[in-house]
């Protein structure tokens, strides 16, 4: 089985930051693009970013100067530092990455189960 699980969500005030984990285990062979979505209540899930196996990013507008996506290869973990958060940030935010499975000739689509991130004074 292959999982990914995010952490490091939580209650900030305006103008803080957090910094989101996502780690993928289980059975997995490697990992192509991964990224970061988020979905506020009664809303579309919309990209936050991705970033590639060459380390290129791509950022929604939103969080442009804000939002740093990163990776660790070695441990199968993608990271989303958030500064100068906005009360609009609010929302889950969920890991997504394309993975192959170890013995198996595919690449699968996954997702985590979703942190919260509230941003209120």
């Known amino acids: 089985q292959v999982q990914l699980v995010e952490s490091g969500g939580g209650l900030v005030q305006p103008g803080g930051s957090l910094r989101l984990s996502c780690a993928a285990s289980?059975?997995?062979?490697?990992?192509?693009?991964m990224a970061w979505y988020r979905q506020a209540p009664g809303k579309e899930r919309d990209l936050v970013a991705a970033?590639?196996?060459?380390?290129?990013?791509n950022y929604a507008d939103s969080v442009k100067g804000r939002f740093t996506i990163s990776r660790d290869n070695a441990k199968n973990m993608v990271y989303l530092q958030m500064n100068s958060l906005k009360p609009e940030d609010t929302a889950v935010y969920y890991c997504?990455?394309?993975?192959?499975?170890?013995?198996?000739?595919?690449?699968?689509?996954?997702w985590g189960q979703g942190t919260q991130v509230t941003v209120s004074s």
């Open positions: 289980g059975s997995i062979f490697r990992i192509n693009a």
């Open positions: 970033i590639n196996t060459d380390g290129s990013t």
């Open positions: 997504n990455a394309f993975i192959q499975q170890a013995y198996l000739p595919v690449w699968n689509n996954y």
